[in-house]
């Protein structure tokens, strides 16, 4: 006995499956943040490196450092005008939070954008970022969508610190 199967070939669901994204999804131009320059503060290695690259990603100019005196000193007397200061909240010596509190203390309320940088879960952590100043908040591990949300929702709105 012979049995013979005849398949026709057609376009490959799994191919067509995969060709289209969620509808939501924007996609992230690298040219929308061109220009901005952004002061990155985290004492780990690793986080720095790969938030550095995700912000270059989307064609921002990034300083980075690694401690909050670092921070502070790169935000004086700068040639450097920097419009978004990221800050990674648990560093040792002087955390996100004083930091904060200190370029809040002798610049204006809104500007440079501050945004915090935290593993943390917890709501009071926001809470606190408000009290000191902070405009916005990305949760680690750092994605570049989210990245490129919270940049956009900021400027945006001017920077006002009003809530997330």
């Given at each position: ?19 289209y994204r969620n509808p939501l999804e924007q996609p ?23 938030t550095r690259k995700l912000l270059e990603k989307l ?6 450092v690694s401690t909050g005196f670092q921070c502070l ?92």
């Amino acid at each position: 006995m012979t049995l013979i199967l005849r398949f026709q070939k057609q376009s490959s669901f799994r191919k067509r499956m995969f060709e289209y994204r969620n509808p939501l999804e924007q996609p992230i131009s690298s040219t929308m943040f061109r220009g901005l320059h952004v002061l990155l503060t985290d004492d780990d290695d690793v986080n720095r490196l790969v938030t550095r690259k995700l912000l270059e990603k989307l064609g921002c100019q990034v300083t980075a450092v690694s401690t909050g005196f670092q921070c502070l000193s790169a935000l004086g007397p700068s040639l450097t005008t920097f419009q978004v200061v990221i800050l990674d909240l648990q560093m040792p010596e002087m955390d996100g939070f004083e930091v904060a509190l200190r370029v809040r203390k002798f610049r204006s309320r809104s500007w440079p954008l501050i945004i915090a940088l935290t593993a943390s879960s917890e709501e009071q952590v926001w809470e606190r970022c408000l009290q000191v100043g902070m405009n916005g908040l990305i949760r680690k591990p750092v994605l570049l969508q989210g990245l490129a949300d919270e940049l956009q929702r900021l400027l945006q709105r001017g920077g006002g610190g009003d809530g997330l």
